[in-house]
Nanobody, 123 residues
Framework: QVQLVESGGGLVQAGGSLRLSCAVSGRTFSLSGMGWFRQALGKEREFVASISWSAGRTLYADSVKGRFTISRDNAEDTVYLQMNSLKPEDTAVYYC????????????????WGQGTQVTVSS
């Protein structure tokens, strides 16, 4: 089994930056892909970005393309989400996810969820 623990959320002003981390433990050799999703209050959980564990191929939601960067450190079993030029509409709980496939883009692609970390962007 794989366990995911996120960190790095917080409060930031619009235009600022944050970096989220997701520590992966357990059967990491079984991973196909990792990703980040977010859920704003009163809204459905949505895809943000994903990366294939072995090849490092990335995929981004249009709303974050050019501002967010997903990366992974296979040696440290950690996935990162660098978020720049943050906007108030980026405010949400961000979830790390382990995917059933290498490059996930939907919640049904997710096998395991982290507990989530709050990101709040003030205007």
């Amino acid at each position: 089994q794989v366990q995911l623990v996120e960190s790095g959320g917080g409060l930031v002003q619009a235009g600022g930056s944050l970096r989220l981390s997701c520590a992966v433990s357990g059967r990491t050799f079984s991973l196909s892909g990792m990703g980040w999703f977010r859920q704003a209050l009163g809204k459905e959980r949505e895809f943000v970005a994903s990366i294939s564990w072995s090849a490092g191929r990335t995929l981004y939601a249009d709303s974050v393309k050019g501002r967010f960067t997903i990366s992974r450190d296979n040696a440290e079993d950690t996935v990162y989400l660098q978020m720049n030029s943050l906007k108030p509409e980026d405010t949400a709980v961000y979830y790390c996810a382990a995917g059933r496939i290498a490059t996930m883009s939907a919640t049904y692609d997710v096998a395991i969820w982290g507990q989530g970390t709050q990101v709040t962007v003030s205007s």
